[in-house]
């Protein structure tokens, strides 16, 4: 049977949804004084842990969601069901999403997401939340016999869709607008199943950046899936996650993300579990703001790698946007810890 689904975009540009209807919000893009003076150039924070669901995903899965309840007609209609694979953060994002446009939401995790991750979905008013196999693959595999099973499903992918990457590319679309007429040397972003990666990347594209900016792409070693599938000119699949950021846990990236991954603009770079843990502590110290490792990972890139190590263009001018991806898989616990397996003055 043929899984339902939202139709891909027609094309590489689509029609936004007016602002009160999006399951996301326009979120800031502030500058950061200390880590600008860190390294030594302009660093602006793209803040969107602030959207509903705490992480960046309320854009493509919210936008993927409203794409399949409006193709069918069903926005605001308490029948259609919305099923979701996801170790937490997607998940979080289908069942905010699908509440806010009038729909139920059931969730499948795997078994590596932790109960702390599987309450918070359950608490933001999933359906059900089921846990099943060992990673997001078998997981998903359930999540799809569920939508086979059931007239009123549709099923919701948690990366790999078009409709993923076009709510994603809203980013770039925010950026832009908020540099008034400026465009960023770079962009630093964390990358799991390459979702976000290839989002940025249409959207650069798309505005005529793509040869322009700089695409700095971060995992963590043990979930270095793209990393691993760009030094060998093909898509490879880890044997097994064994990162502490587990919301970058695909062993293998999305198709698409490999092929922009391997644009020109591209600077692929691998950090420590240690340096991703230091940088979220650091970011709450420092910025006043919590986000997990996943998304510590990429801040890593400024506070451990040196973003003038690693693009020897830049300048005191220049002007790098970090995209600050959010997260729910943290509290002032999982921060204590961090800081007592992961000591402040160790490196990457």
Same mark, same amino acid.
């Given at each position: 049977?043929? !899984?339902? @689904?939202?139709p891909? +975009? %027609?094309? #590489?540009? *689509? &029609? =936004? ?7 996301? !919000?326009? @979120?800031?893009?502030? +500058? %950061?004084? #200390?880590? *600008? &003076? =860190? ?11 602030h ?6 995903k *309320? ?28 170790g ?24 590596s ?40 499903g ?5 990366f ?12 770039v ?19 799991g ?64 993300a490999?092929e922009?991954?391997s ?6 770079r ?14 709450a ?13 990429s801040?890593?890139a400024v ?46």
């Open positions: 049977m043929t !899984i339902p @689904t939202a891909s +975009p %027609s094309s #590489t540009t *689509s &029609t =936004l949804p007016p602002a009160p209807s999006r399951p996301w !919000i326009h @979120t800031p893009l502030i +500058p %950061s004084a #200390t880590l *600008s &003076t =860190l390294a030594g150039c302009t660093v602006l924070l793209k803040l969107d842990l959207q509903p669901s705490g992480s960046f *309320s854009r493509g899965v919210g936008y993927q969601i409203l794409q399949i309840l409006r193709s069918h007609s069903l926005v605001s209609s308490s029948t259609a069901h919305i099923y979701s694979s996801s937490g953060n997607a998940g979080l994002a289908a069942v905010h999403a699908s509440r806010m446009l009038g729909a139920r939401c059931t969730v499948v995790v795997p078994e997401t932790s109960a702390f991750m599987a309450e918070k979905v359950r608490a933001a008013g999933a359906e059900q939340v089921l846990v099943c196999g060992k990673s997001w693959v078998e997981a998903d595999q359930h999540v799809r016999m569920l939508v086979e099973q059931d007239k009123d549709y099923y919701c992918a948690p790999d869709h078009p409709d993923v990457w076009e709510g994603n590319a809203t980013l679309d925010e950026i832009l607008k908020d540099m008034n007429g400026d465009v960023p040397d770079a962009v630093v972003a964390s990358v199943g390459g979702g976000l990666l290839v989002g940025l990347q249409l959207g650069l594209e798309r505005s005529g950046l793509e040869e322009r900016t700089r695409m700095v792409a971060v995992e963590t070693r043990g979930a270095e899936s793209l990393n691993a599938s760009l030094r060998e000119g093909r898509l490879v699949t880890l044997e097994e996650i064994t990162s502490i950021a587990t919301s970058l846990g695909a062993r293998t990236v999305a198709e698409k490999f922009v991954g644009w020109g603009n591209v600077i692929s691998v950090v420590s579990d240690g340096a991703a843990a230091r940088a979220c502590v650091r970011f110290e420092e910025e006043r703001m919590l986000v997990e490792a996943a998304c510590g990972a801040l890593a506070y451990e790698l040196g973003l003038r190590k690693m693009m020897p263009e830049l300048t005191s001018e220049s002007k790098v946007v970090v995209v600050v991806c959010g997260g729910s898989n943290v509290n002032l616990e999982i921060l204590e810890k961090y800081r007592t397996e992961y000591p402040l003055q160790q490196k990457a």
